[in-house]
């Protein structure tokens, strides 16, 4: 078979079904026999940043490996900073970038692209040889499951149409390796853990990649205590009672109020940031004792904990509650003396616009419940964050913690929906972060079919700008954008569009919604000076 056929062949043999992707002259002819052989999705981006964000997104919803493809030079160099993000951000993803010939000295787009790739912090596998492709591929599938972020595999356009022979026996994937604590680091965490009067566990993306989910739950069960999670891991204990939500800068009231009370924060499966912290200086887990577990040692170097310990998070969790109750510790009951709180309070909008925060608490009941939600970074994600629910974390992604870039949203979103059909994507952005990111993919999700439920926080202006310049005195005219009407924007590639201008309009965008058989835009109108900015 010839080597564009071999490396479909691969795709398919490991499971692969959906690809995301942009061609060009290094990878047109492995797609076509992607679609044509193997009967996969092919689902055409509009740009290389965009496939590259809806293979991390299609990682994100499925817990599998997400898969995109480019071509070689600027193709690839225009996934620079997704590669940071989702690397950052602990993604599975193989980028299937393709290469120019050796002896093709001449070629405009020829490029280093491993010296490209390095900085990102994304994993590298180039193909050896024609013949070896399709089992390096396989070794770059099974690499990005393992060390969770990004592998580009890099492959010669020479190589699409050199004869191969069968594809070379497939080695079985490593299993998940989930190594114990070293008892001696561990009887020092059970000594400050047992001791404690008002413990809380905060829970990240560690917990959720080890499926210890009811281990961390139990836990916490055991100690009379709280539970929390990261940003990231939003969703991770469902709808329990005793979940705080998000442990950090984006904490609610009720959040803050416990965390500060607390004398002992355990922290499962977590490097620990100063944004899980409270900000600058730690204030959230200053004055605490700190007991922290990760199975990457890098991740316990941020913050000194009195206690770290280089474990699984499952295998952590279920050690420390035997210990404890062969100890017969006795449950503390901080969990029981946190008040329920109250959902936080809303503004009315000047004629013309409406009011964020009543609005999202609008469309967080109106939209449909059974969804995935993404959220772009902007001053209306802390509003998102507290007003939408989020059953389970799959379900759910911030698309800028990672390198803090706004304009992902959109793309990520349709990853998500593409990972899960069955249930619409919903997708929060801001005016900037749809004119940068999300306008040319929108008419991606209308091409593919995708169910995306698109809401423009749109203030008219880059909102982190407009604070800052304002707040220093400084004029905020450049800062500020007369965008077009984004409902007729959205009607015109394809989708349905709708524009919210007080809280009385939203009852129309449900309409919309409920009768949706395309993709749909909600244009939120939102005052700019009347936007609250947490940072």
């Given at each position: 078979m010839?080597?564009?056929?071999?490396?479909?062949?691969a795709?398919?043999?490991?499971?692969?079904?959906?690809?995301?992707?942009?061609?060009?002259?290094?990878?047109?002819?492995?797609?076509?026999?992607?679609?044509?052989?193997?009967?996969?999705?092919?689902?055409?981006?509009?740009?290389?940043?965009?496939?590259?964000?809806?293979?991390?997104?299609?990682?994100?919803?499925?817990?599998?490996?997400?898969?995109?493809?480019?071509?070689?030079?600027?193709?690839?160099?225009?996934?620079?900073?997704?590669?940071?993000?989702?690397?950052?951000?602990?993604?599975?993803?193989?980028?299937?970038?393709?290469?120019?010939?050796?002896?093709?000295?001449?070629?405009?787009?020829?490029?280093?692209?491993?010296?490209?790739?390095?900085?990102?912090?994304?994993?590298?596998?180039?193909?050896?040889?024609?013949?070896?492709?399709?089992?390096?591929?396989?070794?770059?599938?099974?690499?990005?499951?393992v060390?969770?972020?990004?592998?580009?595999?890099?492959?010669?356009?020479?190589?699409?149409?050199?004869?191969?022979?069968?594809?070379?026996?497939?080695?079985?994937?490593?299993?998940?390796?989930?190594?114990?604590?070293?008892?001696?680091?561990?009887?020092?965490?059970?000594?400050?853990?047992?001791?404690?009067?008002?413990?809380?566990?905060?829970?990240?993306?560690?917990?959720l990649?080890?499926e210890?989910?009811?281990?961390?739950?139990?836990?916490?069960?055991?100690?009379?205590?709280?539970?929390?999670?990261?940003?990231?891991?939003?969703?991770?204990?469902?709808?329990?009672?005793?979940?705080?939500?998000?442990?950090?800068?984006?904490?609610?009231?009720?959040?803050?109020?416990?965390?500060?009370?607390?004398?002992?924060?355990?922290?499962?499966g977590?490097?620990?940031?100063?944004?899980?912290?409270?900000?600058?200086?730690?204030?959230?887990?200053?004055?605490?004792?700190?007991?922290?577990?990760?199975?990457?040692?890098?991740?316990?170097?941020?913050?000194?904990?009195?206690?770290?310990?280089?474990?699984?998070?499952?295998?952590?969790?279920?050690?420390?509650?035997?210990?404890?109750?062969?100890?017969?510790?006795?449950?503390?009951?901080?969990?029981?003396?946190?008040?329920a709180?109250?959902?936080?309070?809303?503004g009315?909008?000047?004629?013309?616009?409406?009011?964020?925060?009543?609005?999202?608490?609008?469309?967080?009941?109106?939209?449909?419940?059974?969804?995935?939600?993404?959220?772009d970074?902007?001053?209306?994600?802390?509003?998102?964050?507290?007003r939408?629910?989020?059953?389970?974390?799959?379900a759910?992604?911030?698309?800028?913690?990672?390198?803090?870039?706004?304009?992902?949203?959109?793309?990520?979103?349709?990853?998500?929906?593409?990972?899960?059909?069955?249930?619409?994507?919903?997708?929060?952005?801001?005016?900037?972060?749809?004119?940068?990111?999300?306008?040319?993919?929108?008419?991606?999700a209308?091409?593919?079919?995708?169910?995306?439920?698109?809401?423009?926080?749109?203030?008219?202006?880059?909102?982190?700008?407009?604070?800052?310049?304002?707040?220093?005195?400084?004029?905020?005219?450049?800062?500020?954008?007369?965008?077009?009407?984004?409902?007729?924007?959205?009607?015109?590639?394809?989708?349905?569009?709708?524009?919210?201008?007080?809280?009385?309009?939203?009852?129309?965008?449900?309409?919309?919604?409920g009768?949706?058989?395309?993709?749909?835009?909600?244009?939120?109108?939102?005052?700019?000076?009347?936007?609250?900015?947490?940072?």
């Amino acid at each position: 078979m010839k080597g564009h056929t071999s490396l479909a062949a691969a795709l398919a043999r490991h499971g692969v079904t959906t690809m995301f992707g942009v061609m060009g002259d290094g990878n047109m002819f492995f797609v076509d026999s992607f679609i044509r052989d193997f009967g996969g999705e092919y689902v055409a981006a509009a740009n290389e940043a965009g496939a590259a964000l809806m293979a991390a997104g299609y990682a994100t919803g499925s817990g599998g490996v997400g898969v995109a493809t480019v071509t070689h030079g600027p193709g690839l160099a225009n996934c620079v900073a997704t590669l940071v993000s989702a690397t950052r951000e602990r993604r599975a993803m193989v980028l299937i970038a393709g290469d120019t010939a050796a002896e093709d000295r001449t070629n405009a787009q020829k490029i280093d692209q491993a010296s490209l790739v390095a900085p990102t912090g994304a994993g590298y596998v180039t193909a050896a040889s024609a013949r070896s492709a399709p089992a390096d591929l396989e070794r770059a599938l099974a690499r990005a499951a393992v060390e969770q972020r990004p592998i580009v595999f890099n492959v010669p356009a020479d190589f699409m149409f050199a004869e191969v022979a069968d594809l070379l026996e497939s080695r079985p994937a490593l299993p998940r390796q989930a190594p114990a604590p070293d008892p001696a680091a561990l009887d020092a965490a059970v000594g400050m853990i047992a001791t404690a009067r008002r413990p809380i566990v905060l829970a990240g993306t560690g917990v959720l990649l080890a499926e210890a989910e009811a281990a961390v739950r139990e836990l916490a069960e055991v100690l009379g205590a709280p539970v929390a999670t990261t940003l990231p891991a939003r969703g991770l204990f469902g709808a329990y009672e005793h979940d705080l939500g998000v442990f950090g800068t984006l904490a609610t009231p009720r959040a803050v109020e416990a965390i500060l009370a607390s004398d002992c924060v355990i922290a499962v499966g977590t490097s620990l940031n100063p944004y899980t912290g409270g900000g600058d200086g730690w204030p959230y887990l200053e004055g605490k004792r700190v007991v922290h577990c990760d199975l990457d040692p890098k991740a316990l170097t941020a913050f000194t904990a009195d206690a770290a310990i280089v474990a699984d998070a499952g295998a952590f969790a279920e050690t420390v509650v035997t210990w404890l109750r062969e100890a017969e510790h006795t449950a503390t009951g901080f969990r029981d003396s946190i008040d329920a709180g109250t959902e936080p309070g809303t503004g009315d909008g000047r004629p013309g616009f409406v009011d964020l925060a009543a609005a999202l608490g609008e469309l967080n009941r109106r939209l449909p419940g059974a969804r995935t939600l993404t959220v772009d970074g902007g001053r209306f994600t802390d509003e998102v964050i507290r007003r939408f629910d989020v059953s389970r974390p799959r379900a759910w992604t911030c698309s800028f913690t990672g390198f803090g870039a706004i304009g992902n949203g959109l793309a990520v979103a349709i990853g998500m929906g593409c990972a899960d059909r069955g249930v619409p994507a919903v997708a929060l952005v801001g005016d900037g972060s749809f004119m940068l990111g999300g306008l040319a993919e929108f008419s991606t999700a209308v091409r593919h079919g995708v169910d995306l439920i698109v809401v423009v926080c749109n203030d008219g202006c880059y909102g982190a700008e407009y604070r800052k310049l304002a707040g220093r005195g400084f004029e905020i005219e450049h800062s500020l954008f007369d965008w077009p009407d984004f409902a007729p924007v959205a009607e015109s590639l394809g989708g349905l569009g709708c524009t919210v201008r007080s809280l009385e309009d939203l009852a129309q965008a449900e309409k919309v919604v409920g009768e949706r058989d395309r993709p749909v835009l909600i244009d939120l109108k939102l005052d700019p000076a009347a936007v609250h900015w947490a940072h």
